[in-house]
């Protein structure tokens, strides 16, 4: 996708002009791609418990299985407890270890990013929503960057998509974020921009939040917990189980990092179009399935060929942090590089760096209890760009 310098003015436009042109990008904007012939939307009953949702993608040598007995569902990675006093426990669990403020908790942000999708349907993204989005990215990327948090001017476009811009404020720092109103989650994703705090130009996403358990607790708390050291811009997640909560399907049309067509996949790309040299990480989960033993951490550029020098930089940062069970791909290990993954392709035509970092469930779940190792990943892995 070209890069559209209209966007560095759009946001300075009157409401009515910006409207105007929405409108008129629905008649412009590529349609999402087409159902193949004889494809048949994928049933979506509950996911049986105890699916072990670390599973990884089969073009990384992983054997696709179907569910079995034994957790739930999950709110942003976290397996449900069964009852309210389990959820209650879980949101204070998540708040823990951060400062108390104004506004919302990260208990409250975990909630509205992630509690809808447990019981949503998935739709297809619309015309109208990849026009929304492909305009307001890169408006709310320029108003974080200025640090105004003006948010009203912006509805009618956002309402356009199904969507709504929301204003929060948490622990005293400002966001931005794009997401489905309450009431209309469908899967299309949330997308937040940290307002005016000096960030470092990265793209923090969960991809697989409900799938690969506890991810989206370590990349909410990786991004709104208090800490010093480098900060993300943004933080993209899912809002909707990859396979719908149902049987393992590869190419599912909810997973945002298999089809191209997603609005998670239009917002990276304006993301990365509005913040030249930007980096994504993207957090995932892997079982022990074809991984060889003592392997705890696989990053990765998303690219077969020799790791860049920065990249071997990064893991030689992440390995002191983590031990020796980080490993880089594909040159320490051959399985779970990310080769196929669509925000990874993007951010390589935009010349944008991608680290692809997958993680065992045992360091998921103590990253996920623990802030003081969130935050010690996030100061290995930003450190350095690329």
């Given at each position: 996708?070209?890069?559209?310098?209209?966007?560095?003015?759009?946001?300075?436009?009157?409401?009515?002009?910006?409207?105007?042109?929405?409108?008129?990008?629905?008649?412009?904007?590529?349609?999402?791609?087409?159902?193949?012939?004889?494809?048949?939307?994928?049933?979506?009953?509950?996911?049986?418990?105890?699916?072990?949702?670390?599973?990884?993608?089969?073009?990384?040598?992983?054997?696709?299985?179907?569910?079995?007995?034994?957790?739930?569902?999950?709110?942003?990675?976290?397996?449900?407890?069964?009852?309210?006093?389990?959820?209650?426990?879980?949101?204070?669990?998540?708040?823990?270890?951060?400062?108390?403020?104004?506004?919302?908790?990260?208990?409250?942000?975990?909630?509205?990013?992630?509690?809808?999708?447990?019981?949503?349907?998935?739709?297809?993204?619309?015309?109208?929503?990849?026009?929304?989005?492909?305009?307001?990215?890169?408006?709310?990327?320029?108003?974080?960057?200025?640090?105004?948090?003006?948010?009203?001017?912006?509805?009618?476009?956002?309402?356009?998509?199904?969507?709504?811009?929301?204003?929060?404020?948490?622990?005293?720092?400002?966001?931005?974020?794009?997401?489905?109103?309450?009431?209309?989650?469908r899967g299309a994703g949330a997308?937040?921009?940290?307002?005016?705090?000096?960030?470092?130009?990265?793209?923090?996403?969960?991809?697989?939040?409900?799938?690969?358990?506890?991810?989206?607790?370590?990349?909410?708390?990786?991004?709104?917990?208090?800490?010093?050291?480098?900060?993300?811009?943004?933080?993209?997640?899912?809002?909707?189980q990859r396979y719908e909560r149902?049987?393992?399907?590869?190419?599912?049309?909810?997973?945002?990092?298999?089809?191209?067509?997603?609005?998670?996949?239009?917002?990276?790309?304006?993301?990365?179009?509005?913040?030249?040299?930007?980096?994504?990480?993207?957090?995932?989960?892997?079982?022990?399935?074809?991984?060889?033993?003592?392997?705890?951490?696989?990053?990765?550029?998303?690219?077969?060929?020799?790791?860049?020098?920065?990249?071997?930089?990064?893991?030689?940062?992440?390995?002191?942090?983590?031990?020796?069970?980080?490993?880089?791909?594909?040159?320490?290990?051959?399985?779970?590089?990310?080769?196929?993954?669509?925000?990874?392709?993007?951010?390589?035509?935009?010349?944008?760096?991608?680290?692809?970092?997958?993680?065992?469930?045992?360091?998921?779940?103590?990253?996920?209890?623990?802030?003081?190792?969130?935050?010690?990943?996030?100061?290995?892995?930003?450190?350095?760009?690329?």
């Open positions: 996708m070209a890069a559209d310098p209209t966007h560095e003015t759009r946001d300075r436009r009157r409401p009515a002009t910006r409207l105007a042109w929405a409108l008129g990008a629905c008649l412009a904007v590529a349609a999402p791609a087409a159902a193949q012939p004889g494809e048949a939307p994928p049933a979506a009953p509950e996911q049986a418990p105890g699916a072990d949702p670390g599973a990884a993608s089969p073009e990384e040598g992983q054997t696709v299985k179907p569910p079995t007995a034994g957790t739930g569902e999950a709110l942003g990675g976290i397996p449900e407890g069964g009852s309210r006093d389990a959820d209650a426990a879980e949101a204070v669990e998540a708040a823990k270890g951060d400062p108390p403020g104004d506004g919302m908790t990260v208990a409250d942000v975990r909630k509205r990013l992630f509690a809808a999708g447990r019981k949503a349907s998935f739709a297809r993204t619309t015309l109208l929503e990849r026009a929304a989005v492909d305009a307001l990215v890169p408006m709310l990327v320029d108003r974080a960057r200025r640090g105004e948090d003006r948010v009203a001017d912006l509805q009618v476009m956002a309402r356009l998509g199904r969507l709504v811009v929301e204003r929060w404020a948490v622990h005293g720092q400002v966001y931005l974020a794009l997401l489905e109103p309450e009431g209309d989650a997308y937040v921009f940290r307002v005016g705090e000096r960030a470092g130009p990265f793209v923090l996403q969960a991809p697989h939040a409900y799938f690969d358990l506890y991810t989206g607790r370590i990349a909410v708390g990786m991004f709104f917990g208090a800490r010093r050291g480098p900060r993300a811009a943004a933080l993209f997640v899912n809002t909707l149902g049987e393992k399907t590869w190419g599912s049309r909810a997973d945002v990092c298999r089809r191209p067509e997603h609005l998670f996949s239009l917002a990276t790309d304006r993301a990365l179009a509005a913040l030249p040299g930007a980096t994504v990480i993207q957090l995932h989960g892997f079982d022990e399935d074809g991984v060889p033993d003592g392997v705890d951490m696989i990053l990765s550029n998303g690219q077969r060929e020799t790791p860049s020098a920065a990249l071997q930089a990064m893991a030689d940062r992440v390995r002191k942090a983590f031990g020796d069970g980080v490993r880089l791909f594909p040159s320490q290990v051959a399985v779970l590089g990310g080769t196929t993954n669509v925000q990874g392709r993007i951010a390589g035509a935009r010349r944008a760096g991608f680290v692809h970092v997958e993680m065992a469930k045992a360091l998921r779940k103590s990253m996920g209890k623990d802030p003081k190792l969130r935050h010690r990943l996030a100061r290995a892995i930003m450190g350095s760009r690329r």
